[in-house]
């Protein structure tokens, strides 16, 4: 497991996360990994309390992930001043 | 010309980039559009004729992959893949290339003709960005067109793009290809599959999605060694990347995908922050999403009551004053009856008591799916809908319902399970319909006062809300999650927002109409040979010892599972008048607009509910809510008698 690997639940509003891996069934985690959250993606969360789902901006859309998801998707967390290259 | 010939043409593409706008707009069709994912969950067919060829033109639902889990995805996967379309128009969201790009390249892979469609290009240009078509078509292989569909832009260069593709007929094979690691597998385990067996697909494409272990396609291959070496590469390259191999070749898909759109974009001039982004500020915040959402449907509610009752009034009044022309027609008593209390008389309420309503109504719903504002509401409602056992994707085919159950029930297939299907469908036949929202707007706020019809909506989401809690309680499995792509928001466009608004009307005018005028005359002649009397005795012991409503109301009940509209019309024609309330006391308005309200939908919607869940869970749904009417609305009266003379 790598060292600061967290859930997207646990990245605040506004900072960017890095996905290490989906944890869950096949059937959901390939869906997500087919709206383009792959291993390696950049993602930034845009909205994130505990009322609604989490709302993530991936390869320019932004997509919406229910809260139960979401504690399924481990991700690195990289602050909120993270440049990709 | 020489011989006509037929081709098929299907659009396929991701959910929300515009395939039914370029559906209507080539076809002249009636899809209903809007600025959510999921509205299309059928195929829908038209036809485009032109110099002596004949296109069928096939509108497939939203779809991400060829690897599928949803009902409606399905759909168009099957189609694709086996009915083998002579081309496909895949439409890509220009702002979007990237995600839209992974689809296209399995469709290259799958080897179908294609033809591109970059579609609302204006907005990608609105961020300051182009996109060099040409170069994306040569390293794709495939035409690609530049097109606006909501105003019409592009479609002529896009149809003949597509009439010369298919003319000439010619197929391309890509020369896309993954990373050594995972292409060298590809190709040995598709010599194999050419050599062993016969399928409908390529082999290339059989050995990607063997690779990638899809369900569907293991399903279809019998030979033992195939699929053995097919789990033997995957193996390898879980080791060798330390990845499920299915990751491993999105993965490497994605990337393919993400060099073409780097090399295709390029910017012209700098991003301004979308107004989008500002509003979702508000209408996404955990408190003034709430206030701005209640804001938004009491607004609603009122612009729909005002409007309707202002103008129900007016064409009741002058509509009305038809009656001495038409009496003094030179006609038998007979016919004169049958002519201006029957027909006259359904024409009336038509046109008097529901048009009023449902017109501006329908109007909103179609402004509101139009503008991207739907998907904002699922948003808010996901928590909520877990409650209930569902999640925030369920709250779009409910939205629905509030037009109409019957898309509503079928609308529920965007859900990813059946018993979340079963449940939404369930609670959607709860929503208050437009032909409910005529009863309870014509009725209960124009004779009592809106705050009533208020209280009566909010009874009814109350209910909603248990229902699913007791569903959720019953039936088996764990709600599952949501993941719903947000669409961007849309100025809508004035032209799209009024065909919406037709087609819905058209079929009120074509379909309702006369059911309503032929239901009245009907009713009409049961009343010429009184026949209504034993009828409204035989219903008295419920309707009047339980309700406390006249008896002449059951009769309109059973009228009404035709439509429920019915309940009202023949209200105002069994008593003569459209004031109701000369003939009803408060509390039986009350009444008769909560139980119209919770009774089953229609005919059309129990329809509906069979043809998606077999006729034993359609019966089902139709007993349970009739008899829950008759019950809640017998407590009900119990609990107003208190309050209400």
Redesign the interface.
């Known amino acids: 497991m790598i060292r600061d690997a967290v859930t997207l639940l646990d990245i605040p509003e506004g900072e960017k996360a890095e996905v290490v891996n989906l944890a869950g069934g096949?059937?959901?985690m390939?869906?997500?990994?087919?709206?383009?959250l792959?291993?390696?993606q950049i993602v930034k969360v845009?909205?994130n309390?505990a009322?609604?789902?989490v709302?993530i901006s991936v390869?320019?859309?932004?997509?919406?992930?229910?809260?139960?998801?979401a504690a399924k998707i481990i991700v690195k967390r990289l602050g909120k001043h993270f440049y990709e290259r | 010309m020489k011989d006509k010939k037929e081709f098929v043409v299907a659009l396929a593409g991701n959910a929300n980039v515009g395939k039914s706008v370029i559906f209507n707009q080539l076809t002249g069709g009636n899809q209903i559009i809007g600025n959510w994912p999921g509205k299309t969950v059928e195929k829908a067919e038209g036809f485009i004729e032109q110099e002596g060829i004949r296109i069928r033109v096939v509108d497939l639902p939203g779809i991400?992959?060829l690897?599928t889990?949803s009902e409606e995805e399905i759909v168009s996967r099957e189609f694709i893949a086996k009915e083998k379309p002579d081309l496909v128009i895949n439409v890509v969201d220009a702002?979007?290339l990237?995600?839209n790009l992974?689809f296209t390249l399995q469709l290259i892979e799958l080897e179908t003709p294609l033809v591109i469609a970059l579609n609302q290009y204006d907005i990608l240009e609105n961020k300051g960005l182009e996109i060099n078509e040409k170069k994306l078509s040569e390293l794709l292989g495939v035409p690609v067109v530049k097109t606006v569909a909501v105003h019409n832009k592009g479609l002529t260069e896009l149809f003949e793009t597509v009439k010369t593709a298919l003319l000439e007929g010619k197929k391309k094979i890509s020369n896309l290809r993954y990373g050594k690691e995972v292409e060298s597998r590809i190709s040995e385990l598709a010599k194999l599959i050419t050599k062993k067996t016969k399928t409908v697909y390529p082999p290339r494409f059989v050995a990607i999605k063997l690779l990638e272990?899809d369900p569907l396609i293991k399903k279809e291959i019998t030979d033992k060694e195939i699929l053995e070496k097919a789990e033997k590469f995957r193996q390898e390259l879980k080791e060798i990347h330390g990845?499920e191999a299915?990751?491993v070749i999105?993965?490497e898909r994605?990337a393919i995908a993400s060099r073409i759109a780097e090399s295709v974009i390029r910017r012209k001039s700098t991003f301004r922050k979308s107004i989008g982004d500002w509003f979702?500020n508000i209408a996404?915040n955990?408190i003034w999403g709430y206030v701005f959402f209640i804001l938004v449907t009491i607004g609603i509610f009122y612009a729909v009551f005002e409007f309707g009752s202002f103008f129900s009034d007016l064409l009741s009044t002058w509509l009305e004053s038809f009656k001495p022309i038409f009496m003094k027609m030179p006609l038998s008593p007979f016919w004169n009856k049958i002519l201006w209390d029957g027909v006259m008389e359904g024409v009336i309420a038509g046109i008097g008591i529901v048009l009023p309503y449902i017109a501006p109504f329908y109007l909103i719903l179609a402004f509101l799916e139009d503008s991207g504002y739907l998907?904002r509401i699922?948003?808010?409602t996901?928590?909520l809908m877990?409650k209930l056992g569902l999640?925030?994707k369920a709250f779009m085919p409910l939205i629905e319902g509030f037009g109409c159950n019957v898309p509503a029930v079928l609308g529920t297939r965007i859900m990813?399970r059946d018993r979340d299907r079963f449940i939404a469908a369930i609670l959607a036949t709860l929503v208050p319909c437009s032909a409910r929202t005529v009863i309870i707007l014509g009725l209960v706020a124009a004779f009592l006062g809106p705050v009533y019809a208020l209280l009566i909506y909010i009874l009814d989401f109350i209910l909603i809300l248990i229902v699913g809690r007791i569903l959720n309680k019953f039936m088996k499995g764990t709600?599952?999650?949501?993941?719903?792509?947000?669409p961007r928001y849309r100025k809508p466009v004035m032209k799209i927002i009024l065909k919406q608004t037709w087609i819905r009307l058209k079929e009120f005018v074509y379909f309702a109409f006369p059911i309503i005028i032929i239901a009245n005359v009907v009713m009409e002649i049961f009343s010429i040979f009184n026949w209504i009397k034993p009828a409204a005795d035989f219903l008295k012991p419920v309707m009047t010892n339980f309700l406390g409503l006249p008896p002449l109301a059951g009769i309109t009940f059973i009228f009404g599972i035709l439509r429920k509209e019915l309940t009202l019309v023949m209200l105002s024609t069994l008593y003569h008048t459209t004031n109701f309330a000369k003939v009803l006391t408060p509390r039986q308005i009350f009444i008769f607009g909560f139980v119209t309200m919770i009774y089953i939908p229609c005919v059309a919607t129990i329809a509906a509910l069979k043809r998606e869940f077999g006729w034993k869970r359609a019966t089902a749904v139709t007993i349970g809510e009739f008899v829950g009417a008759i019950v809640l609305g017998g407590i009900l009266n119990q609990i107003l008698k208190l309050f209400m003379p």
């Open positions: 096949y059937g959901f390939r869906r997500l990994q087919e709206m383009g792959i291993p390696g845009i909205r309390s009322m609604g789902p709302e390869m320019g859309t932004h997509l919406a992930i229910g809260r139960g998801i | 991400y992959s690897s889990y702002v979007n990237e995600r992974f272990n990845e299915e990751t999105i993965s994605y979702d996404l955990k998907a699922a948003f808010l996901d928590n877990h999640h925030g990813e709600p599952s999650g949501l993941i719903m792509e947000m």
